[in-house]
């Protein structure tokens, strides 16, 4: 399942949010891991700490799959730094893409699995925030 544009844009939203940009890898990547660290607490207590990191690690695979070896999407999922040092090996522009694409697919499973209301919740309660976070033209 690849992520609708809907959701990588909600994605760049979250990321902007936490300080993301495609001048820098290195921002882009603290930006990514404090992304996955907030929906990791927010969705651990709903999915269970394991329940939230098959869904990371599935989002890798559909995601990711063509940009690195599947041992670095293994390590690279396996928390908020691994993903950061990850993201810091790639150029700017590619870790902003990555990142937005990554997390993408990680919204798009989510609302699929607790469906759109839930999700905008969770994305609330982390972010409050931020104005409009679900997807617009996206009814599910």
Known sequence: MKPSAAQVERAKRLLASEGASAEGSTECAAAAG??????????????????????????????????????????????????????QSRDPEDAAKTASVFFGAFLELITTFIGERLTVQVLRSAWPTIEETAPKGNPK
Do not use: C, N
Not at 34 to 47: G, T
């Open 34 to 87: 404090r992304v996955y660290e907030k929906l990791d607490a927010h969705l651990a207590p709903l999915l269970g700490r394991a329940g939230v990191q098959a869904l990371f690690a599935r989002s890798a695979k559909v995601s990711l799959s063509g940009l690195a070896s599947v041992a670095e999407l293994a390590a690279a999922v396996e928390g908020s730094t691994e993903l950061s040092t990850w993201l």
